[in-house]
Protein backbone atom coordinates (compact mmCIF):
# COMPACT_ATOMS: atom_id res chain seq x y z
CA UNK A 1 0.00 0.00 0.00
CA UNK A 2 2.69 2.46 0.47
CA UNK A 3 4.38 1.86 -2.81
CA UNK A 4 0.98 2.63 -4.67
CA UNK A 5 0.90 5.17 -2.56
CA UNK A 6 4.05 7.30 -3.04
CA UNK A 7 3.53 6.24 -7.23
CA UNK A 8 0.97 9.80 -7.94
CA UNK A 9 3.82 11.73 -5.67
CA UNK A 10 7.23 10.15 -7.99
CA UNK A 11 4.86 11.53 -10.76
CA UNK A 12 4.66 14.72 -9.53
CA UNK A 13 7.75 15.17 -8.69
CA UNK A 14 9.15 14.02 -12.03
CA UNK A 15 6.79 16.61 -13.69
CA UNK A 16 7.63 19.30 -11.63
CA UNK A 17 11.32 18.45 -12.43
CA UNK A 18 10.83 18.27 -15.97
CA UNK A 19 8.97 21.90 -16.19
CA UNK A 20 9.64 24.84 -17.50
CA UNK A 21 8.61 28.17 -15.91
CA UNK A 22 5.31 29.55 -16.65
CA UNK A 23 4.66 25.44 -17.35
CA UNK A 24 0.90 24.53 -16.51
CA UNK A 25 2.28 21.25 -13.86
CA UNK A 26 -1.42 20.21 -13.85
CA UNK A 27 -1.91 20.57 -17.21
CA UNK A 28 1.22 18.49 -18.26
CA UNK A 29 -0.43 15.84 -15.36
CA UNK A 30 -3.54 16.02 -17.52
CA UNK A 31 -1.67 15.63 -20.74
CA UNK A 32 0.45 12.18 -19.46
CA UNK A 33 -2.76 10.71 -17.98
CA UNK A 34 -4.25 11.17 -21.28
CA UNK A 35 -1.50 9.11 -23.13
CA UNK A 36 -1.65 6.51 -20.43
CA UNK A 37 -5.24 5.89 -21.24
CA UNK A 38 -4.61 6.15 -24.86
CA UNK A 39 -1.90 3.66 -24.96
CA UNK A 40 -3.74 1.47 -22.77
CA UNK A 41 -7.28 1.52 -25.28
CA UNK A 42 -4.42 0.85 -28.06
CA UNK A 43 -3.32 -2.19 -26.13
CA UNK A 44 -7.09 -3.38 -25.28
CA UNK A 45 -7.73 -2.68 -29.06
CA UNK A 46 -4.78 -4.77 -29.70
CA UNK A 47 -6.07 -7.80 -27.83
CA UNK A 48 -9.37 -7.76 -28.96
CA UNK A 49 -7.50 -7.93 -32.69
CA UNK A 50 -5.01 -10.97 -31.35
CA UNK A 51 -8.42 -12.81 -29.67
CA UNK A 52 -10.19 -11.95 -33.45
CA UNK A 53 -7.24 -13.47 -35.31
CA UNK A 54 -6.83 -16.49 -32.93
CA UNK A 55 -10.96 -17.09 -33.73
CA UNK A 56 -10.47 -16.69 -37.25
CA UNK A 57 -7.34 -19.26 -37.13
CA UNK A 58 -9.47 -22.14 -34.94
CA UNK A 59 -12.63 -21.46 -37.60
CA UNK A 60 -9.84 -21.93 -40.40
CA UNK A 61 -8.28 -24.93 -38.76
CA UNK A 62 -11.78 -26.73 -37.93
CA UNK A 63 -12.70 -26.45 -41.58
CA UNK A 64 -9.92 -27.48 -42.95
CA UNK A 65 -10.38 -30.73 -40.69
CA UNK A 66 -14.40 -31.07 -42.51
CA UNK A 67 -12.59 -30.68 -45.86
CA UNK A 68 -9.59 -33.11 -44.96
CA UNK A 69 -12.70 -35.30 -43.76
CA UNK A 70 -14.81 -34.84 -46.97
CA UNK A 71 -11.74 -35.57 -49.35
CA UNK A 72 -11.29 -38.99 -47.30
CA UNK A 73 -14.56 -39.44 -47.63
CA UNK A 74 -14.94 -39.33 -51.46
CA UNK A 75 -11.91 -41.58 -51.69
CA UNK A 76 -13.27 -43.97 -50.06
CA UNK A 77 -16.60 -43.70 -51.93
CA UNK A 78 -14.59 -43.99 -55.17
CA UNK A 79 -12.49 -47.05 -54.42
CA UNK A 80 -15.24 -49.18 -52.31
CA UNK A 81 -13.31 -52.21 -50.39
CA UNK A 82 -13.57 -55.55 -52.46
CA UNK A 83 -15.92 -58.60 -51.39
CA UNK A 84 -15.16 -62.35 -51.78
CA UNK A 85 -17.66 -63.24 -54.22
CA UNK A 86 -17.70 -60.44 -56.28
CA UNK A 87 -18.39 -60.35 -59.60
CA UNK A 88 -15.19 -58.95 -61.35
CA UNK A 89 -13.12 -58.27 -64.28
CA UNK A 90 -14.61 -61.62 -65.81
CA UNK A 91 -14.42 -63.56 -63.12
CA UNK A 92 -15.34 -63.92 -59.10
CA UNK A 93 -13.17 -62.43 -56.57
CA UNK A 94 -11.74 -65.22 -54.26
CA UNK A 95 -8.48 -63.47 -52.36
CA UNK A 96 -8.61 -60.11 -51.45
CA UNK A 97 -5.15 -58.47 -49.91
CA UNK A 98 -4.94 -56.14 -46.76
CA UNK A 99 -5.50 -52.77 -48.88
CA UNK A 100 -9.44 -54.09 -49.79
CA UNK A 101 -8.31 -52.75 -53.46
CA UNK A 102 -6.07 -55.76 -54.72
CA UNK A 103 -6.32 -59.82 -55.34
CA UNK A 104 -7.37 -62.59 -56.98
CA UNK A 105 -10.30 -63.36 -59.67
CA UNK A 106 -11.55 -66.94 -60.32
CA UNK A 107 -12.54 -67.40 -63.89
CA UNK A 108 -16.55 -67.99 -63.81
CA UNK A 109 -16.31 -70.99 -66.34
CA UNK A 110 -14.01 -74.18 -66.52
CA UNK A 111 -11.48 -73.65 -68.79
CA UNK A 112 -12.31 -76.90 -70.51
CA UNK A 113 -14.92 -79.07 -70.31
CA UNK A 114 -12.92 -82.50 -70.53
CA UNK A 115 -10.26 -83.14 -67.98
CA UNK A 116 -6.28 -82.45 -69.77
CA UNK A 117 -2.68 -83.45 -68.65
CA UNK A 118 -0.71 -81.42 -66.90
CA UNK A 119 2.24 -82.38 -69.05
CA UNK A 120 2.51 -81.31 -73.20
CA UNK A 121 1.64 -85.29 -74.24
CA UNK A 122 3.91 -87.17 -75.62
CA UNK A 123 7.09 -84.69 -75.06
CA UNK A 124 7.27 -86.99 -71.55
CA UNK A 125 8.10 -85.58 -68.41
CA UNK A 126 10.64 -83.43 -67.50
CA UNK A 127 11.21 -80.99 -64.47
CA UNK A 128 10.05 -77.50 -65.28
CA UNK A 129 10.99 -75.82 -61.95
CA UNK A 130 7.08 -75.16 -61.38
CA UNK A 131 7.97 -75.12 -57.92
CA UNK A 132 6.71 -72.01 -56.15
CA UNK A 133 3.55 -72.10 -54.21
CA UNK A 134 1.83 -68.89 -51.99
CA UNK A 135 0.00 -66.27 -53.58
CA UNK A 136 1.05 -64.67 -56.94
CA UNK A 137 3.22 -68.27 -57.15
CA UNK A 138 0.89 -69.18 -59.88
CA UNK A 139 1.80 -66.66 -62.64
CA UNK A 140 5.92 -67.31 -62.37
CA UNK A 141 4.66 -71.75 -62.69
CA UNK A 142 2.55 -71.02 -65.48
CA UNK A 143 5.26 -68.97 -67.39
CA UNK A 144 8.28 -71.87 -66.43
CA UNK A 145 5.67 -74.77 -67.19
CA UNK A 146 4.95 -73.53 -70.90
CA UNK A 147 8.39 -72.51 -71.39
CA UNK A 148 9.80 -75.62 -70.50
CA UNK A 149 6.84 -77.94 -71.68
CA UNK A 150 6.27 -76.12 -75.28
CA UNK A 151 10.32 -76.56 -76.71
CA UNK A 152 9.86 -80.58 -77.63
CA UNK A 153 5.93 -79.73 -78.92
CA UNK A 154 4.77 -76.41 -80.23
CA UNK A 155 1.62 -77.81 -80.53
CA UNK A 156 0.89 -79.53 -78.18
CA UNK A 157 -2.09 -78.59 -75.30
CA UNK A 158 -1.71 -79.15 -71.33
CA UNK A 159 -2.79 -77.78 -68.47
CA UNK A 160 -1.03 -74.25 -67.85
CA UNK A 161 -0.96 -73.44 -71.93
CA UNK A 162 -5.06 -73.57 -71.84
CA UNK A 163 -4.92 -71.21 -68.54
CA UNK A 164 -2.36 -68.76 -70.06
CA UNK A 165 -4.68 -68.51 -73.82
CA UNK A 166 -8.19 -68.19 -71.81
CA UNK A 167 -9.41 -64.79 -72.47
CA UNK A 168 -13.20 -63.78 -71.69
CA UNK A 169 -15.41 -60.66 -72.32
CA UNK A 170 -16.77 -59.01 -68.94
CA UNK A 171 -19.67 -61.32 -68.63
CA UNK A 172 -16.61 -63.90 -67.80
CA UNK A 173 -18.99 -66.51 -69.78
CA UNK A 174 -17.95 -65.60 -73.71
CA UNK A 175 -14.85 -66.11 -75.04
CA UNK A 176 -12.93 -63.13 -76.58
CA UNK A 177 -12.38 -63.56 -80.52
CA UNK A 178 -9.44 -62.01 -82.70
CA UNK A 179 -9.34 -59.48 -83.22
CA UNK A 180 -11.53 -58.35 -80.38
CA UNK A 181 -13.24 -55.54 -81.01
CA UNK A 182 -12.11 -51.85 -79.75
CA UNK A 183 -15.99 -51.19 -77.95
CA UNK A 184 -15.20 -54.87 -76.20
CA UNK A 185 -13.88 -55.25 -72.88
CA UNK A 186 -11.66 -58.76 -73.01
CA UNK A 187 -9.56 -59.96 -70.02
CA UNK A 188 -6.12 -61.65 -70.58
CA UNK A 189 -3.77 -62.65 -69.08
CA UNK A 190 -4.96 -65.82 -66.70
CA UNK A 191 -2.77 -68.38 -65.72
CA UNK A 192 -3.27 -71.70 -63.66
CA UNK A 193 -2.73 -71.39 -59.95
CA UNK A 194 -0.34 -72.55 -57.62
CA UNK A 195 -1.33 -75.50 -55.01
CA UNK A 196 -2.30 -72.65 -51.93
CA UNK A 197 -3.85 -70.64 -54.91
CA UNK A 198 -6.17 -73.33 -55.98
CA UNK A 199 -7.43 -74.22 -52.21
CA UNK A 200 -8.07 -70.92 -51.00
CA UNK A 201 -10.04 -71.15 -54.60
CA UNK A 202 -11.63 -74.38 -53.19
CA UNK A 203 -12.27 -72.77 -49.75
CA UNK A 204 -13.42 -69.27 -50.74
CA UNK A 205 -15.81 -69.87 -53.35
CA UNK A 206 -16.62 -73.75 -53.78
CA UNK A 207 -17.02 -74.45 -49.80
CA UNK A 208 -19.46 -71.40 -49.02
CA UNK A 209 -21.45 -72.26 -52.43
CA UNK A 210 -20.37 -68.37 -53.76
CA UNK A 211 -19.47 -70.62 -57.46
CA UNK A 212 -20.18 -74.02 -59.00
CA UNK A 213 -17.27 -76.17 -59.51
CA UNK A 214 -17.30 -79.83 -61.10
CA UNK A 215 -16.62 -82.34 -58.47
CA UNK A 216 -13.57 -83.87 -60.06
CA UNK A 217 -10.47 -83.06 -59.95
CA UNK A 218 -8.64 -79.64 -60.76
CA UNK A 219 -4.92 -78.99 -61.77
CA UNK A 220 -2.68 -76.46 -59.95
CA UNK A 221 0.66 -75.13 -61.55
CA UNK A 222 2.93 -76.05 -58.52
CA UNK A 223 4.97 -79.33 -59.69
CA UNK A 224 5.51 -81.99 -57.33
CA UNK A 225 8.41 -83.75 -58.98
CA UNK A 226 9.45 -85.07 -62.52
CA UNK A 227 6.36 -87.37 -63.10
CA UNK A 228 3.70 -85.37 -60.59
CA UNK A 229 2.26 -81.89 -59.68
CA UNK A 230 -0.36 -81.04 -57.24
CA UNK A 231 -4.24 -81.25 -57.74
CA UNK A 232 -7.06 -80.75 -55.67
CA UNK A 233 -9.99 -83.04 -55.28
CA UNK A 234 -13.36 -80.25 -55.56
CA UNK A 235 -15.59 -83.44 -54.20
CA UNK A 236 -13.75 -84.00 -50.71
CA UNK A 237 -10.97 -80.56 -50.86
CA UNK A 238 -8.28 -83.28 -50.28
CA UNK A 239 -5.03 -82.37 -52.25
CA UNK A 240 -2.70 -84.45 -53.42
CA UNK A 241 0.80 -84.88 -55.51
CA UNK A 242 -0.32 -86.94 -58.74
CA UNK A 243 0.56 -88.09 -62.09
CA UNK A 244 1.10 -85.43 -64.62
CA UNK A 245 0.12 -87.50 -67.43
CA UNK A 246 -2.60 -90.32 -66.05
CA UNK A 247 -4.81 -87.75 -64.08
CA UNK A 248 -7.06 -85.79 -66.45
CA UNK A 249 -7.91 -82.95 -64.30
CA UNK A 250 -9.69 -80.11 -64.44
CA UNK A 251 -8.39 -76.08 -65.58
CA UNK A 252 -9.67 -72.87 -63.65
CA UNK A 253 -7.63 -69.68 -64.70
CA UNK A 254 -7.44 -67.24 -62.26
CA UNK A 255 -6.19 -63.38 -62.40
CA UNK A 256 -4.77 -60.90 -60.16
CA UNK A 257 -6.29 -57.32 -59.94
Wanted: aromatic share 8%; charged share 15%; hydrophobic share 35%.
Amino acid sequence: MKTKSLLPLLLFFSITAEARPGDDIWNNISELYAGVNSAKASIAQTNNEVTTIRSMLDTNNAQLQTLSSEIESIKSNKNPAHYIGEKYRGGLIFYIDESGQHGLVASLVDVNSDGIEWRNGESGNKVTNARADGIGAGETNTRLIIAQQTADNQNGQFAALLASNFQVLDDGVTPCKTPIASESICYSGWYLPSAYELQLMHNNLNHANLSSFTEVLYWSSTEASVSKAWVQNFATGEITAESKSNILGRVRAINHF
